[in-house]
Protein backbone atom coordinates (compact mmCIF):
# COMPACT_ATOMS: atom_id res chain seq x y z
CA UNK A 1 0.00 0.00 0.00
CA UNK A 2 1.81 3.72 -0.85
CA UNK A 3 -0.05 6.56 0.90
CA UNK A 4 0.90 9.94 -0.89
CA UNK A 5 1.71 13.03 1.26
CA UNK A 6 1.54 16.69 0.92
CA UNK A 7 4.99 17.80 2.18
CA UNK A 8 4.32 21.37 2.02
CA UNK A 9 7.71 21.31 -0.11
CA UNK A 10 8.41 24.26 -2.94
CA UNK A 11 7.53 20.98 -5.52
CA UNK A 12 4.07 21.32 -4.01
CA UNK A 13 1.91 23.29 -7.33
CA UNK A 14 -1.16 22.54 -5.72
CA UNK A 15 -1.78 21.04 -2.32
CA UNK A 16 -3.65 17.42 -1.53
CA UNK A 17 -5.00 15.73 1.24
CA UNK A 18 -2.72 12.28 1.95
CA UNK A 19 -4.47 9.37 -0.25
CA UNK A 20 -3.80 5.72 -1.01
CA UNK A 21 -2.73 4.93 -4.06
CA UNK A 22 -3.43 2.09 -6.07
CA UNK A 23 -3.54 2.40 -9.63
CA UNK A 24 -1.16 4.81 -11.66
CA UNK A 25 -2.06 6.18 -15.31
CA UNK A 26 1.64 7.51 -16.97
CA UNK A 27 2.53 9.19 -20.29
CA UNK A 28 5.69 8.06 -21.44
CA UNK A 29 7.21 10.39 -24.03
CA UNK A 30 9.07 13.50 -21.84
CA UNK A 31 7.86 11.46 -18.56
CA UNK A 32 9.36 8.24 -18.34
CA UNK A 33 11.75 7.92 -22.30
CA UNK A 34 13.53 10.38 -23.65
CA UNK A 35 13.90 8.57 -27.04
CA UNK A 36 11.81 10.55 -29.03
CA UNK A 37 12.97 14.69 -29.53
CA UNK A 38 9.55 15.01 -30.78
CA UNK A 39 8.43 19.00 -30.72
CA UNK A 40 11.44 20.19 -33.25
CA UNK A 41 9.83 16.96 -36.17
CA UNK A 42 6.24 17.83 -35.45
CA UNK A 43 6.86 21.55 -35.34
CA UNK A 44 8.55 21.77 -38.67
CA UNK A 45 5.96 19.07 -40.19
CA UNK A 46 2.68 21.14 -38.91
CA UNK A 47 4.35 24.61 -40.60
CA UNK A 48 5.25 23.17 -43.87
CA UNK A 49 1.57 22.05 -43.63
CA UNK A 50 0.64 25.11 -42.78
CA UNK A 51 2.91 27.24 -45.24
CA UNK A 52 3.00 24.72 -48.00
CA UNK A 53 -0.19 22.81 -47.59
CA UNK A 54 -0.38 19.09 -48.61
CA UNK A 55 0.85 18.47 -52.68
CA UNK A 56 -0.46 15.26 -53.95
CA UNK A 57 3.23 14.16 -53.09
CA UNK A 58 3.85 15.56 -49.69
CA UNK A 59 4.97 11.79 -48.48
CA UNK A 60 7.46 11.66 -50.85
CA UNK A 61 10.88 10.44 -49.90
CA UNK A 62 12.62 13.36 -51.01
CA UNK A 63 10.63 15.74 -49.09
CA UNK A 64 10.90 13.43 -46.50
CA UNK A 65 14.64 13.96 -47.00
CA UNK A 66 14.36 18.02 -46.45
CA UNK A 67 12.69 17.98 -43.64
CA UNK A 68 14.88 15.54 -41.81
CA UNK A 69 17.69 17.93 -42.78
CA UNK A 70 15.43 21.07 -41.28
CA UNK A 71 14.10 19.80 -38.27
CA UNK A 72 15.38 21.82 -35.05
CA UNK A 73 16.77 24.51 -37.27
CA UNK A 74 15.01 27.33 -36.80
CA UNK A 75 12.52 28.89 -34.46
CA UNK A 76 8.84 28.77 -35.43
CA UNK A 77 7.07 30.81 -33.28
CA UNK A 78 3.53 29.21 -34.21
CA UNK A 79 3.92 26.04 -34.58
CA UNK A 80 6.68 25.45 -31.19
CA UNK A 81 4.07 26.95 -28.99
CA UNK A 82 1.58 24.81 -29.87
CA UNK A 83 3.61 21.93 -29.55
CA UNK A 84 4.21 23.05 -26.02
CA UNK A 85 0.59 23.68 -25.82
CA UNK A 86 -0.68 20.47 -27.09
CA UNK A 87 1.44 17.90 -25.34
CA UNK A 88 -0.44 14.84 -24.74
CA UNK A 89 -3.35 15.36 -27.35
CA UNK A 90 -3.53 12.86 -29.97
CA UNK A 91 -1.14 12.85 -32.47
CA UNK A 92 -3.97 12.55 -35.43
CA UNK A 93 -5.68 15.90 -33.59
CA UNK A 94 -2.42 17.61 -33.39
CA UNK A 95 -2.16 16.69 -37.62
CA UNK A 96 -6.10 17.92 -38.16
CA UNK A 97 -4.60 21.09 -36.63
CA UNK A 98 -2.07 21.77 -38.52
CA UNK A 99 -4.31 20.95 -42.33
CA UNK A 100 -6.76 22.84 -41.00
CA UNK A 101 -4.55 25.96 -40.11
CA UNK A 102 -3.56 25.52 -43.66
CA UNK A 103 -7.47 25.73 -44.97
CA UNK A 104 -7.55 28.87 -43.27
CA UNK A 105 -4.16 30.76 -44.52
CA UNK A 106 -5.83 29.44 -48.27
CA UNK A 107 -3.20 26.64 -48.80
CA UNK A 108 -5.34 23.79 -48.85
CA UNK A 109 -8.66 24.57 -51.00
CA UNK A 110 -11.77 22.93 -50.12
CA UNK A 111 -15.35 23.39 -49.94
CA UNK A 112 -15.72 23.95 -46.30
CA UNK A 113 -17.42 26.09 -43.62
CA UNK A 114 -14.86 29.01 -42.65
CA UNK A 115 -16.37 29.52 -39.19
CA UNK A 116 -16.62 25.97 -38.07
CA UNK A 117 -13.00 25.54 -39.17
CA UNK A 118 -11.99 28.35 -36.94
CA UNK A 119 -14.27 27.42 -34.17
CA UNK A 120 -12.64 24.02 -34.48
CA UNK A 121 -8.89 25.02 -34.38
CA UNK A 122 -9.52 27.28 -31.38
CA UNK A 123 -10.99 24.83 -29.77
CA UNK A 124 -7.79 22.38 -30.21
CA UNK A 125 -5.70 25.23 -29.08
CA UNK A 126 -7.54 25.01 -25.96
CA UNK A 127 -6.92 21.08 -25.58
CA UNK A 128 -10.58 19.47 -27.47
CA UNK A 129 -10.67 16.88 -28.96
CA UNK A 130 -13.98 16.54 -30.20
CA UNK A 131 -16.20 18.52 -31.89
CA UNK A 132 -18.88 16.70 -33.14
CA UNK A 133 -21.68 19.38 -32.35
CA UNK A 134 -20.32 21.66 -34.84
CA UNK A 135 -21.57 21.58 -38.80
CA UNK A 136 -18.90 20.04 -40.77
CA UNK A 137 -19.13 19.86 -45.05
CA UNK A 138 -19.13 16.93 -46.55
CA UNK A 139 -15.98 17.67 -48.58
CA UNK A 140 -13.58 18.91 -45.76
CA UNK A 141 -14.95 15.40 -43.68
CA UNK A 142 -13.42 13.09 -46.45
CA UNK A 143 -10.49 15.35 -46.94
CA UNK A 144 -9.36 15.08 -43.08
CA UNK A 145 -10.44 11.41 -43.26
CA UNK A 146 -7.67 10.64 -45.82
CA UNK A 147 -5.33 13.27 -45.23
CA UNK A 148 -4.89 13.37 -41.61
CA UNK A 149 -3.55 9.49 -41.11
CA UNK A 150 -1.38 9.98 -44.22
CA UNK A 151 0.15 13.12 -42.73
CA UNK A 152 0.23 11.20 -39.63
CA UNK A 153 2.47 8.39 -40.85
CA UNK A 154 4.57 10.96 -42.70
CA UNK A 155 5.23 12.54 -39.57
CA UNK A 156 6.19 9.12 -37.82
CA UNK A 157 8.79 8.83 -40.88
CA UNK A 158 10.12 12.05 -40.17
CA UNK A 159 10.73 11.55 -36.39
CA UNK A 160 12.48 7.99 -37.42
CA UNK A 161 14.70 9.56 -39.43
CA UNK A 162 15.79 12.55 -37.68
CA UNK A 163 16.21 10.79 -34.02
CA UNK A 164 13.78 7.53 -33.17
CA UNK A 165 15.54 4.52 -34.54
CA UNK A 166 19.45 5.99 -34.24
CA UNK A 167 18.20 6.89 -30.51
CA UNK A 168 15.77 3.84 -29.97
CA UNK A 169 19.36 1.36 -31.05
CA UNK A 170 21.44 3.20 -28.31
CA UNK A 171 18.90 2.61 -25.67
CA UNK A 172 18.89 -0.72 -26.00
CA UNK A 173 22.80 -1.03 -25.90
CA UNK A 174 22.31 1.53 -23.16
CA UNK A 175 19.11 2.36 -21.67
CA UNK A 176 19.70 4.38 -18.52
CA UNK A 177 20.54 7.34 -20.57
CA UNK A 178 16.91 7.50 -22.58
CA UNK A 179 15.42 7.29 -19.11
CA UNK A 180 14.19 10.36 -16.86
CA UNK A 181 16.50 10.34 -13.80
CA UNK A 182 14.67 7.69 -11.09
CA UNK A 183 11.96 6.06 -13.79
CA UNK A 184 12.46 2.89 -13.52
CA UNK A 185 12.68 3.17 -10.05
CA UNK A 186 9.47 5.33 -9.07
CA UNK A 187 7.53 2.14 -11.24
CA UNK A 188 9.17 -0.69 -9.60
CA UNK A 189 8.23 1.20 -5.89
CA UNK A 190 4.38 1.41 -7.13
CA UNK A 191 4.72 -2.24 -8.41
CA UNK A 192 6.28 -3.25 -5.63
CA UNK A 193 3.96 -2.06 -2.92
CA UNK A 194 0.81 -3.00 -5.35
CA UNK A 195 0.49 0.10 -7.48
CA UNK A 196 -1.08 -1.27 -10.87
CA UNK A 197 0.78 1.12 -13.44
CA UNK A 198 -0.19 1.69 -17.18
CA UNK A 199 1.03 3.61 -20.03
CA UNK A 200 -1.07 6.27 -22.13
CA UNK A 201 -0.12 7.54 -25.08
CA UNK A 202 -1.07 9.31 -28.12
CA UNK A 203 1.40 7.60 -30.36
CA UNK A 204 0.36 4.52 -31.94
CA UNK A 205 0.72 1.44 -30.24
CA UNK A 206 1.04 -2.19 -31.61
CA UNK A 207 2.90 -4.60 -30.25
CA UNK A 208 6.77 -5.51 -30.52
CA UNK A 209 6.77 -1.83 -32.52
CA UNK A 210 7.14 1.97 -32.71
CA UNK A 211 6.44 2.72 -28.91
CA UNK A 212 5.77 -0.68 -27.52
CA UNK A 213 9.25 -1.68 -29.07
CA UNK A 214 10.41 1.93 -26.98
CA UNK A 215 9.48 0.69 -24.03
CA UNK A 216 10.79 -2.63 -23.90
CA UNK A 217 13.98 -1.43 -25.09
CA UNK A 218 14.05 0.74 -21.84
CA UNK A 219 13.57 -2.24 -19.99
CA UNK A 220 9.69 -1.97 -18.57
CA UNK A 221 8.01 -5.24 -18.77
CA UNK A 222 4.33 -4.82 -20.39
CA UNK A 223 1.59 -7.37 -19.15
CA UNK A 224 -0.59 -8.60 -16.58
CA UNK A 225 1.14 -8.15 -13.33
CA UNK A 226 3.95 -6.87 -14.79
CA UNK A 227 5.54 -3.76 -13.93
CA UNK A 228 3.65 -2.24 -16.57
CA UNK A 229 -0.01 -3.52 -17.17
CA UNK A 230 -0.62 -2.33 -20.00
CA UNK A 231 0.28 0.14 -23.11
CA UNK A 232 -2.41 1.68 -24.59
CA UNK A 233 -2.30 4.42 -27.28
CA UNK A 234 -4.20 5.46 -30.98
CA UNK A 235 -4.22 3.50 -34.24
CA UNK A 236 -3.64 5.29 -37.54
CA UNK A 237 -7.30 6.32 -38.17
CA UNK A 238 -8.33 6.58 -34.60
CA UNK A 239 -7.45 8.87 -32.18
CA UNK A 240 -7.66 8.12 -28.23
CA UNK A 241 -7.90 11.16 -26.25
CA UNK A 242 -6.29 10.33 -22.93
CA UNK A 243 -9.31 11.75 -20.76
CA UNK A 244 -11.22 9.12 -22.85
CA UNK A 245 -8.75 5.88 -22.07
CA UNK A 246 -8.80 6.68 -18.43
CA UNK A 247 -12.56 7.09 -18.09
CA UNK A 248 -12.43 3.91 -20.39
CA UNK A 249 -10.21 2.18 -17.83
CA UNK A 250 -11.61 3.50 -14.69
CA UNK A 251 -15.03 1.82 -15.79
CA UNK A 252 -13.21 -1.17 -16.52
CA UNK A 253 -11.34 -1.38 -13.48
CA UNK A 254 -14.10 -0.58 -11.09
CA UNK A 255 -11.72 1.55 -9.70
CA UNK A 256 -12.36 4.84 -7.09
CA UNK A 257 -10.91 8.18 -8.66
CA UNK A 258 -9.67 9.52 -5.65
CA UNK A 259 -6.99 5.81 -5.80
CA UNK A 260 -5.94 7.07 -8.63
CA UNK A 261 -2.40 8.72 -10.07
CA UNK A 262 -2.00 10.58 -13.05
CA UNK A 263 1.76 11.15 -14.05
CA UNK A 264 3.14 12.97 -17.20
CA UNK A 265 4.47 15.82 -19.18
CA UNK A 266 1.50 17.55 -21.32
CA UNK A 267 -1.55 19.33 -20.64
CA UNK A 268 -4.04 16.29 -21.96
CA UNK A 269 -2.96 13.93 -18.91
CA UNK A 270 -2.51 16.87 -16.71
CA UNK A 271 -5.83 18.80 -17.34
CA UNK A 272 -7.53 14.79 -17.35
CA UNK A 273 -6.41 13.77 -14.48
CA UNK A 274 -7.46 17.10 -12.61
CA UNK A 275 -10.93 16.75 -13.59
CA UNK A 276 -11.12 13.00 -12.39
CA UNK A 277 -10.18 14.33 -9.29
CA UNK A 278 -6.77 12.13 -8.88
CA UNK A 279 -3.57 13.02 -7.68
CA UNK A 280 -1.69 14.52 -10.68
CA UNK A 281 2.63 14.80 -10.83
CA UNK A 282 4.22 16.55 -13.60
CA UNK A 283 7.42 15.75 -14.41
CA UNK A 284 8.84 18.97 -16.46
CA UNK A 285 12.53 19.82 -16.64
CA UNK A 286 13.64 23.01 -14.26
CA UNK A 287 14.13 25.19 -17.91
CA UNK A 288 10.22 24.68 -18.62
CA UNK A 289 9.26 27.75 -16.98
CA UNK A 290 6.46 28.38 -19.41
CA UNK A 291 5.21 24.71 -18.88
CA UNK A 292 5.59 24.58 -15.32
CA UNK A 293 3.55 27.51 -14.91
CA UNK A 294 0.83 26.05 -17.34
CA UNK A 295 0.44 23.46 -15.10
CA UNK A 296 0.10 24.79 -12.00
CA UNK A 297 -2.77 26.63 -13.38
CA UNK A 298 -4.06 23.34 -14.90
CA UNK A 299 -4.14 22.38 -10.90
CA UNK A 300 -1.14 19.74 -11.02
CA UNK A 301 -0.60 18.41 -7.29
CA UNK A 302 3.44 18.29 -7.74
CA UNK A 303 6.25 19.59 -10.42
CA UNK A 304 9.95 17.60 -10.42
CA UNK A 305 12.35 17.52 -12.57
CA UNK A 306 13.28 13.84 -12.10
CA UNK A 307 11.43 10.43 -10.13
CA UNK A 308 15.10 10.40 -8.05
CA UNK A 309 14.86 14.28 -6.13
CA UNK A 310 14.79 13.59 -2.54
CA UNK A 311 12.41 16.15 -2.54
CA UNK A 312 9.85 13.76 -4.71
CA UNK A 313 10.37 10.78 -2.61
CA UNK A 314 9.37 12.61 0.93
CA UNK A 315 6.06 12.48 -0.90
CA UNK A 316 5.51 8.88 -0.03
CA UNK A 317 7.86 7.75 2.45
Not at 72 to 80: I, R
Not at 165 to 180: I, T, Y
Not at 264 to 293: F, H, K, M, N, W
Request: net charge negative; charged share 30%; hydrophobic share 35%.
Amino acid sequence: MIIFHDTESDIIANHFESREIKYAFHDIDGTHSLIRDWPPVMSICLYDVIEKGLPEDFDSKSNLKRLISLAGTKQLPETDAFCVESAGLSALTQMEWAIRRSVQEGKIIVNCNLETNAQIIKRINNGEEYYEDLPETVEMSEMLKEKTPRLFKFYEKVLNGYCRDKNLQLAKENPENFKVKGSYEFLKYLYDNGVKNYFVTGAVVEKGMGMHEEVEALGYEIGENKLVEDIIGSTWTEKKPKDAVMKDLINQLGICKENILVVGDGRAEISAGVELGALVISRLPETATYQRELHKNLGTNVITAEFADEKFLELFE
